[in-house]
């Protein structure tokens, strides 16, 4: 639903007001400040103070609709070596060319932050795993096959994903769910890199659809 800005009107009715200007200069201010609180001053992305406020609505959203939540986080490979080698002014610029690649390739209506470090994440509301998992194959092909232009040459950036979904029937709790995408991640930088790694579709209903009691359950049958 777009918001519809309402124009300040004079408490006693007057048609001129000298708090007008104020008031308007105030609004702007705290739009300004709102934005500064959730944004990240080098990419321009979502920080991660927002990526836990929009992931944890998202999951509540979906607990409510049925309408699955995807997850994707991200991290460039050997970013280290982009800073030893060209210095942090490169690194940082590597970092933008990155943010600018991602907001290029997802929809409106998804969510991309910056997660920390060289760390990206993205949320893909109302998605199912298959789709988001192959937007991010295209975003991978995407960072591999568009190079930073530099003066002295190209630098050739790589990314590692990891990528799971929060159903309905899911039973994680905010932490709990990153943290088991990062485990995926964690796959795919242990697999060689440049490469996405995710749960099994075939998985999905196993791992989901096991209540609280259930689990507990087979955990002790571990």
């Avoid at 991978?140 to 990528?163: C, F, H, K, W, Y």
């Avoid at 929060?166 to 060689?192: H, I, N, P």
Wanted: with cysteine.
């Amino acid at each position: 639903m777009t918001k519809v800005e309402e124009t300040p009107v004079c408490p006693v009715g007057e048609s001129s007001c000298e708090w007008l200007d104020e008031v308007g200069e105030l609004r702007r201010q705290i739009d300004e400040l709102a934005e500064l609180v959730s944004t990240d001053a080098l990419t321009g992305l979502f920080n991660f103070r927002h990526f836990r406020t929009v992931l944890q609505a998202e999951m509540d959203r979906s607990k409510r609709s049925g309408i699955p939540t995807s997850l994707v986080l991200l991290d460039i490979d050997h970013f280290k070596a982009v800073n030893d080698t060209h210095g942090h002014e490169v690194g940082n610029l590597a970092l933008q060319h990155l943010a600018n690649i991602l907001t290029g390739e997802v929809r409106t209506t998804d969510i991309v932050c910056r997660y920390g470090g060289e760390e990206f994440a993205m949320i893909f509301p109302e998605t199912h795993l298959n789709l988001a998992v192959k937007v991010a194959e295209r975003i991978r092909l995407e960072i591999q096959n568009n190079p930073m232009v530099q003066d002295d040459g190209e630098i050739r950036l790589t990314a590692s994903m990891g990528a799971s979904v929060y159903m309905k029937t899911s039973v994680l709790e905010l932490d709990e769910f990153v943290d088991s995408v990062d485990k995926y991640l964690y796959e795919a930088k242990q697999s060689g890199r440049n490469c996405i790694c995710h749960i099994d579709y075939s998985d999905l209903r196993a791992v989901t659809e096991v209540g609280v009691d259930e689990r507990a359950l087979l955990l002790q049958g571990d």
